[in-house]
């Protein structure tokens, strides 16, 4: 009744043709997502969201998360993948729990759209509603807690807001697409309230772009690409070994990563990436050196960068320096301090001065190097060998080796991820192959990021497969996402890194690093998600069970691997940082055991 009034109102004021031309704004709504790539909203239902649900039924997959938190993860992967990912949640309850996987898009540059339902219009009075943040003995009333907590996360956030002139038609669709935008446009996430009384409201009429392309039509892009190109010209022809030291800032941008890859194969030139940036180009290639983080990295990788490499073109690292990426502040990253380099980064939209750069050095007058890497020597692995931190990346790699799929990784926070720096990703034709969460949202992103793969996988009927890399600790923090895995029927490989133990960081033997009990039978448990479980302890059972879980590539497999938590055991990266959190908290004979490590 509500837009037939105001239907009404506009006719007269507007004329009948205009006003019955427009279009309600849930509608509209789910044709700017659909427009900007987004087919699958995640989110948990609600009282205030029930309408927008209404409104994107048969326009967008609607598609529940075990929980808020899940929800914003697993847009956070999409928006990795497809360009743009979306949540729904209620008001405030269901809002504010994702402003953990919204901080992950903030400092991730990933283009999320939070959105919220909220209270109509038509119900804001001096009466409190369910769902506010207040108590009893409030003296104010409080509707825009979530807006400010996503603004304190340096977010754009914004309740859109119906008619305020009568006979003129409200410009929420607008408002909505502008956000969306930006979101895309900036890589950045934005936070959308919607009064749930405007969902079925209608609202100014909008031309849509084409393409999300038309979107993008920069009208400022930096001068002097040219001499910056002559100027890295000049260093490259003084050069006899050359190296393209990619950052993080390249993940979203695909054709800045295609000019990448056709610039390091015309000219034949070695390429690493910073830990961030690990999977955006082929670690499989032969030109590929690897993930590059100081003392953290292998010995082969800092032998060829720390004494063979006499030029680096660094390209798009974070415009601040940022301690996971470079060594944690341990002052062993030679590349931050490289004499002979040239740091280019991507300062406008959408990184046009880069790909200005690149256009100009692709048809550039240069060398074609000769230089060649050492073939990768990988261990030879004993089948009866036992599986733990210290060669599992080997054992992966090994089966990786052999596969025409590629294994996309999500490693979870803790060991196993600072394991993941020694894989070798392999590129996929659907999305990065590593794909995690560093630091920025904590625990608990494994799973919902791995569904948002399945999903994407499943329906491009692809052989690659999500590898999920996960302890125990981190496993029984989402394990109840693994109903959406049964429920939707997707593809998942869990391997479950089992030591009873939070040990990323232990220096004690507290009852507060344990997060298991040897009691617990997670085999029985992944049955009851119709999964299928079974136990590696060797090498060799690992590689034949991995091998089949990928050629069957259906159903929720997890390979439950008990792991040694004796120093000797673990890998590399995690004994170096094991040691650098030791040597940082002042524990005895941590300062000598680091520096002796460092000499090497």
Partial sequence: MVGANMRAHCAQNLGTEYANSLPLLGDVMADILTLFGCKTVFGVGGDFADNIISAFEGKLETTPSSNEMHAGYAACAQAQISGLGATLTTFTVGSLPCSSPAALAVAEKLPVVFISGAPGEQEISDTLLHHSVASSSEWM?????????????????????????????????????????????????????????????????????????????????????????????????????PLLFVGENVKLNTRLCEQLRNFVDKFNIPYATSWLAKGVLDESDPLSVGSYNGVFSPDHVRYYIEQKVDYILEVDTSIQSQDTNNAFCSG???????????????????????LHVFEQLLVSDIPVFQTLLEEKRRPVLDDNDSVDFHNLADALNDVQSQLSASLIYLPEIGNSYFASYSLETKR????????????????????PYARAVAKTLKSSNSSDIAVVITGDGGFHFQLNE???FQREHLAVVILYMRNNIFHLGKSGESTMYHCSTPRFDVLTLVKAYGGKGLQCKTIGE?????????????????????????????????????????????????????DLAVAG
């Fill in 141 to 241: 009333l409080k509707y825009d807690c979530a807006l400010e907590s996503f603004r304190a996360l340096g977010m754009r956030a914004e309740r859109l807001q119906g008619a305020r002139s009568k006979g003129q038609p409200n410009m929420a669709a607008e408002r909505f697409f502008q956000l969306v935008a930006h979101a895309y446009a900036n890589k950045q996430p934005v936070f959308i309230e919607i009064p749930r009384d405007l969902v079925f409201e209608p609202t100014q009429a909008l031309k849509l772009p084409q393409t999300p392309g038309d979107v993008n039509h920069e009208t400022y892009v930096l001068d002097g690409a040219q001499h910056i190109a002559e100027h890295i010209v000049e260093k490259l022809n003084q050069s006899s070994h």
């Fill in 332 to 354: 062993t990253h030679v590349i931050q301090s490289f004499e002979n380099k040239t740091m280019v980064k991507g300062t406008v939209q959408n990184q046009q001065g880069l």
């Fill in 428 to 447: 996929s034709s659907h999305c990065r192959p590593w794909l995690t969460n560093p630091w920025y949202g904590a625990m608990g992103s494994s799973l």
């Fill in 482 to 484: 693994l109903i959406h």
């Fill in 542 to 594: 690992l590689r034949t069970h991995l091998q089949s879980a990928v050629e069957s590539n259906c159903g929720i497999r997890l390979l439950e691997i008990p792991v040694d938590p004796n120093p000797d055991k673990l890998s590399r990266e995690i004994s170096m940082l094991n040691l650098f959190i030791q040597m940082k908290n002042g524990k005895q004979g941590a300062k000598e055991a680091w």
